[in-house]
C-alpha cells in the first residue's frame, strides 16, 4: 500500500545444527541462504499465506507467514543445484529447506496448518542422513529432537530466525 518493505518470518522452521559458543547461526545457514538464493533469485513470485494457527506477527513484529515459492520440484535439495526454470510448480519454501536438511522443524505451541507434512520431511531428511542429519556436518548430528547438540552434548536452540525474506509491501 504504501511501499517499503516488511520482515517475513517462515512458520514452522528454525535453523539446524549445533549453535556453538560465539556461533550466532545454525551450522547450515550459509548453505540455507544459498539454497534460497538459488530456488528465490531477486524478482521471482512468491506467496506469503498466513496461518490460521498463528499469530499474525512474531514479539518481533515481523510477519508470520508459509512462503510458496515456483519452483522445479524435481531438482536436487541442495543448496546450489539450479533448478529447470521450464519446469515450476507451488513449493513450500519451509519443506524444501526442511526435506534437505537445511531447516528443522520448530516446535510451536499450536501446531501449524503444515507441521505434519514438516515433520514428516525431517524424518525422512534423518532416515537418508540429508544436510544436518548427516554425521560428517556440523560436527556432530542433532538431538533426537531436532535441536543441536554442542560438544558437551547439551542440546541447544538458536532462538533466531532461519532467514528472515524482506518482501514488497
Not at 10 to 20: E, K, T
Not at 82 to 96: D, G, Q, S, T
Request: hydrophobic share 35%.
Amino acid at each position: 500500500p504504501g511501499g517499503g518493505f516488511e520482515q517475513v518470518r517462515m512458520i514452522g522452521i528454525d535453523p539446524v545444527g549445533p549453535v556453538l559458543p560465539g556461533q550466532d547461526t545454525g551450522c547450515l545457514a550459509g548453505e540455507a541462504k544459498r539454497f534460497i538464493q538459488t530456488r528465490l533469485p531477486p524478482g521471482s513470485p512468491l506467496v506469503l499465506v498466513a496461518d490460521p494457527t498463528q499469530p499474525d506477527r512474531d514479539t518481533d513484529r515481523r510477519l508470520l507467514r508459509h512462503v510458496i515459492i515456483y519452483t522445479d520440484p524435481n531438482a536436487p535439495v541442495v543448496p546450489d543445484a539450479v533448478p529447470n526454470p521450464m519446469v515450476r510448480a507451488p513449493m513450500n519454501l519451509a519443506y524444501l529447506l526442511v526435506s534437505g536438511g537445511l531447516a528443522q522443524v520448530r516446535a510451536l505451541p499450536n501446531p501449524s496448518i503444515y507441521t505434519p507434512q514438516l515433520r514428516v520431511a525431517q524424518e525422512t531428511a534423518r532416515e537418508e542422513g540429508t544436510g544436518v542429519w548427516s554425521p560428517t556436518v556440523c560436527g556432530s548430528s542433532p538431538a533426537p529432537d531436532g535441536h543441536g547438540m554442542n560438544p558437551d552434548e547439551q542440546a541447544v536452540t538458536d532462538p533466531r530466525v532461519l532467514l528472515p525474506i524482506t518482501v514488497p509491501e
